[in-house]
């Protein structure tokens, strides 16, 4: 482990940030050799991570990150062999990351990394090989990067902070915004304890509406309208359930009528499907989902771990919406990703058995595994 992280630091760390010493100072040659070929990997206090489509390799990764002594890493595994391979990790000095973000965003066919920093100002923006500091002057809990009013114009939607928020702070088309601060935000809902965000096109028209999940376990729907002053938000629907813990929302066509539909877990998981209109419960909660096509049929599935971490399983949408479930790993954790990182359109599912929050201590090692998808 200690080794580990000193080659971190001394090589990936210093690509990016600029108060690196980069001298090599410290660095200590591994006295092991290299592990033999593996589906797993080990990762020192692991945060988060997300599957998507971030290179132009050819294939699927999936961007975690992790906490050394002395920084945040970042790093992208691929796996085209089945054998997990982590690559260009790099540091941040300043700040360690609690969450990361896969979003498709409008003008590129690649996924975007949003590596979301512990404080206001930390977050880092990864899209294609380049990566972009952004300062948002509030802390937030969730973000969208896209265009939610329809000027051509990227906007953040932010969740958090009792509010779910717009912020637009630039003139050029489709560049990111380097710094938002309280005269960008545009504030379209208020007065809920509102903690992760999706959109969708939910009420019919082509301008993203959006899905909230507030810290107390209410599911809302919000469908835009456009004013001369704006665009405005009105909920239409609400549910509550309570029961548990509140994960971040999926979004993909789970019931095959080619809109998104928005799934999440708030006590049970759910899903709205855009067939039905209907917010839908499963039977179960989940401690982490997430979306990819298993089965290779073409639509992406719902996949989650149970609520006690020990199995992984998928969600079905019936035709009426109704949900129902079926085990496909008799393997669970803490975590969990889903990319096609060997290629063959089978999507693979990736565990990951401690994800070890800010604050959280003594150290921990976190063992990634990968399950390939055609052997599901
Ligand atoms: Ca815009
Ligand atoms: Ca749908
Ligand atoms: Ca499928
Ligand atoms: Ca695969």
Redesign the pocket.
């Known amino acids: 482990m200690k080794w580990l992280c000193v080659l971190l630091a001394t090589t990936g760390c210093n690509l990016y940030w600029s108060d690196d010493p980069g001298d090599g100072s410290g660095y200590v040659a591994p006295l092991v050799d290299a592990p033999p070929p593996t589906n797993q990997l080990v990762r020192p206090c692991m945060r988060a991570l997300a599957g998507g489509d971030f290179a132009v390799s050819g294939f699927e990764e999936i961007a975690i990150t992790y906490v050394c002594d002395c920084c945040g890493i970042t790093e992208g595994l691929r796996a085209p062999d089945r054998v997990l391979t982590g690559v260009n990790p790099r540091g941040d000095y300043q700040d360690r990351f609690r969450a990361i973000i896969a979003e498709k965003i409008d003008d590129d066919y690649l996924d975007t990394a949003i590596h979301v920093g512990e404080h206001v100002g930390g977050t880092w923006i990864f899209s294609g090989n380049g990566g972009n500091r952004i300062t948002i002057e509030r802390g937030f809990d969730d973000m969208w990067i896209g265009d939610l009013d329809g000027d051509g114009k990227r906007d953040y939607l932010m969740a958090g902070d009792n509010a779910i928020r717009m912020a637009s702070a630039y003139s050029q088309p489709y560049q990111f915004p380097l710094v938002t601060t309280a005269a960008d935000e545009t504030d379209l809902l208020t007065g809920k304890p509102f903690r992760y965000v999706a959109h969708a096109q939910l009420g019919g028209s082509s301008a993203p509406d959006v899905f909230y999940v507030t810290t107390g376990g209410e599911l809302g729907v919000a469908v835009q309208s456009t004013s001369s002053s704006g665009p405005t938000f009105t909920v239409v629907d609400t549910k509550t359930d309570p029961g548990g813990s509140v994960l971040p929302l999926v979004t993909a066509d789970f019931d095959g009528d080619g809109i998104d539909d928005v799934a999440g877990a708030a006590g049970h998981v759910f899903v709205r499907s855009s067939k039905t209109g209907q917010i839908a419960f499963l039977d179960q909660g989940a401690r982490a989902l997430a979306a990819g096509d298993v089965d290779n049929d073409g639509r992406k599935d719902l996949i989650f771990i149970s609520a006690n971490g020990a199995v992984t399983g998928r969600v079905n949408v019936g035709a009426n919406g109704a949900l129902t479930s079926q085990p496909l790993l008799p393997h669970g954790g803490d975590g969990l990703a889903v990319a ?9 599912i990736v565990l990951v058995d401690h994800l070890v929050p800010p604050g959280y201590s003594p150290p921990v090692d976190s063992t990634i595994t990968m399950y ?3 052997s599901l």
């Open positions: 096609d990182l060997d290629g063959d359109h089978h999507a693979d390939a998808g055609a």
